[in-house]
Protein backbone atom coordinates (compact mmCIF):
# COMPACT_ATOMS: atom_id res chain seq x y z
CA UNK A 1 0.00 0.00 0.00
CA UNK A 2 1.37 3.53 -0.61
CA UNK A 3 0.35 6.82 0.98
CA UNK A 4 -0.56 9.73 -0.94
CA UNK A 5 0.72 12.64 -0.12
CA UNK A 6 -2.21 13.98 1.75
CA UNK A 7 -3.02 11.04 4.06
CA UNK A 8 0.42 11.27 6.64
CA UNK A 9 -0.21 11.40 10.41
CA UNK A 10 -4.47 11.10 9.40
CA UNK A 11 -4.44 7.47 11.84
CA UNK A 12 -2.26 9.51 14.46
CA UNK A 13 -5.32 12.40 14.07
CA UNK A 14 -8.05 10.14 14.10
CA UNK A 15 -6.44 8.21 17.72
CA UNK A 16 -6.15 11.61 19.03
CA UNK A 17 -9.59 12.91 18.44
CA UNK A 18 -11.26 9.02 19.56
CA UNK A 19 -9.11 8.14 22.59
CA UNK A 20 -10.42 10.84 24.90
CA UNK A 21 -13.88 9.94 24.02
CA UNK A 22 -13.23 6.09 24.43
CA UNK A 23 -11.39 7.08 27.81
CA UNK A 24 -14.72 8.88 28.71
CA UNK A 25 -17.13 6.00 27.84
CA UNK A 26 -14.87 3.44 29.46
CA UNK A 27 -14.24 5.69 33.21
CA UNK A 28 -18.22 6.81 33.17
CA UNK A 29 -18.55 2.98 33.03
CA UNK A 30 -16.62 2.21 35.72
CA UNK A 31 -18.59 5.29 37.81
CA UNK A 32 -21.94 3.72 36.98
CA UNK A 33 -21.03 0.18 38.03
CA UNK A 34 -19.77 1.33 41.33
CA UNK A 35 -22.76 3.25 42.14
CA UNK A 36 -24.52 0.30 41.16
CA UNK A 37 -22.87 -1.95 43.44
CA UNK A 38 -23.48 0.87 46.26
CA UNK A 39 -27.07 1.03 45.71
CA UNK A 40 -27.25 -3.19 46.19
CA UNK A 41 -24.72 -2.99 49.14
CA UNK A 42 -26.86 -0.54 50.61
CA UNK A 43 -30.09 -2.18 49.95
CA UNK A 44 -28.91 -5.18 50.76
CA UNK A 45 -27.75 -3.80 54.33
CA UNK A 46 -31.07 -2.24 54.65
CA UNK A 47 -33.09 -5.28 54.03
CA UNK A 48 -31.03 -7.32 56.71
CA UNK A 49 -31.31 -5.05 59.32
CA UNK A 50 -35.31 -4.96 58.79
CA UNK A 51 -34.88 -8.66 59.05
CA UNK A 52 -33.15 -8.59 62.43
CA UNK A 53 -35.68 -6.07 63.26
CA UNK A 54 -38.55 -7.79 62.28
CA UNK A 55 -38.04 -10.63 65.19
CA UNK A 56 -36.58 -7.99 67.31
CA UNK A 57 -37.70 -4.70 67.14
CA UNK A 58 -36.44 -3.33 70.25
CA UNK A 59 -32.73 -3.54 69.73
CA UNK A 60 -31.56 -0.58 67.38
CA UNK A 61 -28.04 -1.87 68.15
CA UNK A 62 -28.26 -5.07 67.03
CA UNK A 63 -30.40 -3.66 63.37
CA UNK A 64 -27.46 -1.86 62.91
CA UNK A 65 -24.94 -4.42 63.64
CA UNK A 66 -26.64 -6.59 61.17
CA UNK A 67 -26.96 -3.90 58.43
CA UNK A 68 -23.29 -3.10 58.74
CA UNK A 69 -22.42 -6.65 58.45
CA UNK A 70 -23.92 -6.82 55.19
CA UNK A 71 -22.12 -3.47 54.12
CA UNK A 72 -18.62 -4.04 54.77
CA UNK A 73 -18.10 -4.31 51.38
CA UNK A 74 -19.51 -0.77 50.77
CA UNK A 75 -17.71 0.39 53.22
CA UNK A 76 -20.77 1.76 55.15
CA UNK A 77 -20.60 3.18 59.07
CA UNK A 78 -23.02 2.99 61.81
CA UNK A 79 -24.09 6.57 60.81
CA UNK A 80 -25.08 5.56 57.56
CA UNK A 81 -28.12 3.37 59.01
CA UNK A 82 -31.15 4.83 60.17
CA UNK A 83 -33.60 2.78 62.14
CA UNK A 84 -36.06 4.04 65.34
CA UNK A 85 -37.64 1.84 67.32
CA UNK A 86 -41.13 1.67 67.92
CA UNK A 87 -42.47 2.33 71.49
CA UNK A 88 -44.66 -0.24 71.70
CA UNK A 89 -43.92 -3.15 69.12
CA UNK A 90 -47.21 -5.36 67.88
CA UNK A 91 -47.59 -8.26 65.37
CA UNK A 92 -47.50 -6.69 61.84
CA UNK A 93 -46.02 -3.13 62.71
CA UNK A 94 -44.08 -1.73 59.96
CA UNK A 95 -40.36 -1.13 60.64
CA UNK A 96 -38.72 0.69 58.47
CA UNK A 97 -34.72 0.85 58.15
CA UNK A 98 -32.80 2.78 56.00
CA UNK A 99 -29.01 2.99 54.65
CA UNK A 100 -27.61 6.52 53.30
CA UNK A 101 -24.40 6.99 51.90
CA UNK A 102 -21.97 8.55 49.37
CA UNK A 103 -19.85 7.65 46.48
CA UNK A 104 -17.03 9.37 44.94
CA UNK A 105 -17.28 9.94 41.39
CA UNK A 106 -14.07 9.86 39.77
CA UNK A 107 -14.67 10.62 35.86
CA UNK A 108 -14.10 14.52 36.03
CA UNK A 109 -16.29 14.78 33.04
CA UNK A 110 -19.53 13.05 35.18
CA UNK A 111 -18.50 15.42 38.27
CA UNK A 112 -19.15 18.30 36.12
CA UNK A 113 -22.21 17.01 34.84
CA UNK A 114 -24.44 16.12 37.46
CA UNK A 115 -22.77 19.06 39.60
CA UNK A 116 -20.93 17.72 42.70
CA UNK A 117 -17.91 14.94 43.33
CA UNK A 118 -19.87 12.66 44.84
CA UNK A 119 -23.11 11.20 44.51
CA UNK A 120 -26.06 9.98 46.94
CA UNK A 121 -27.04 6.84 47.60
CA UNK A 122 -29.88 5.76 49.43
CA UNK A 123 -31.95 2.51 50.39
CA UNK A 124 -34.94 1.33 51.94
CA UNK A 125 -36.47 -1.58 53.58
CA UNK A 126 -39.43 -1.74 55.04
CA UNK A 127 -41.01 -5.05 56.51
CA UNK A 128 -43.71 -6.21 59.01
CA UNK A 129 -43.32 -7.31 63.08
CA UNK A 130 -43.10 -10.71 63.24
CA UNK A 131 -42.21 -11.63 67.12
CA UNK A 132 -42.11 -9.59 70.11
CA UNK A 133 -39.75 -10.79 72.29
CA UNK A 134 -40.36 -10.56 76.33
CA UNK A 135 -37.21 -8.96 76.37
CA UNK A 136 -34.44 -7.53 74.19
CA UNK A 137 -32.26 -10.66 73.23
CA UNK A 138 -28.16 -10.51 72.82
CA UNK A 139 -27.27 -10.08 68.82
CA UNK A 140 -26.28 -13.10 67.04
CA UNK A 141 -23.34 -12.51 64.96
CA UNK A 142 -22.72 -15.63 62.77
Do not use: K, W
Not at 6 to 23: N, S
Not at 49 to 63: E, F, I, L, Q
Amino acid sequence: MTRQNGERGTALLEAAFVLPVLLLLIFGAFDIGRLAHAHSAAFSAAREGARTATTDPASATCVRAAALRIGSLASLTAGDVAYTPPASPNLGDEIVVAVSTTVEIITPLVSTTIGRDTAPVRAEARMRIRHVPDAPGACVVP
